[in-house]
């Protein structure tokens, strides 16, 4: 399998502080760098400050992988998907951050702290990290949405 090295960023809210923790170290272990924007401590925060941070890094450009964490990866998946060119997956199963790869190109992996274990988090994490984009048709389909300044530009709101 293809071996992606690129830098990673990470983030979370104080539901996921312990999995982004552990999933920082995991990914450190691979030899890959991780920049980690937050938080530094399990106290309350708002999901959204740590996701726009992470997809503003990623939509730029300046990051080509991010991970985010909250409690169900609902609400981290919801904000950093507002950014242009970031395809944020929520993959709580194997299956779906496989398939997140190959046919949807995320750029941003998402998992909920409160709704899968560690062991299972780092096989995601492993698995998304290796698994390249099949390109071709998916890439057509990705066009269709990855540089929209808004979803509803040139559609017809019944
Ligand atoms: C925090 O309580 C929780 O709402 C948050 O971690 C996340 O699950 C939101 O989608």
């Not at 920049?35 to 080509?64: C, I, N, Q, R, W």
């Not at 609400?75 to 950014?83: P, Q, R, T, V």
């Amino acid at each position: 399998m293809e071996s992606n090295s690129a830098p990673v960023i990470i983030g979370s809210d104080h539901a996921a502080f312990s999995l982004k923790e552990t999933l920082k170290h995991y990914v450190e272990q691979k030899n890959i760098a991780v920049t980690d924007v937050g938080p530094h401590s399990a106290d309350a925060v708002d999901y959204p400050d740590y996701a726009f941070l992470v997809a503003g890094a990623v939509s730029s450009g300046k990051y080509e992988r991010g991970i985010l964490l909250c409690g169900t990866g609902l609400g981290m998946s919801m904000a950093a998907n507002k950014f242009p060119h970031v395809r944020a997956a929520l993959c709580n199963d194997l299956f779906s951050a496989i398939m997140s790869r190959r046919h949807n190109n995320a750029n941003i992996l998402v998992m909920g702290g409160r709704v899968i274990g560690d062991v299972l988090a780092k096989e995601i994490v492993s698995a998304w990290m290796e698994t390249p984009f099949e390109g071709g048709r998916h890439q057509r389909r990705i066009d269709k949405f990855d540089d929209m300044g808004c979803p509803l530009n040139g559609l017809n709101i019944i």
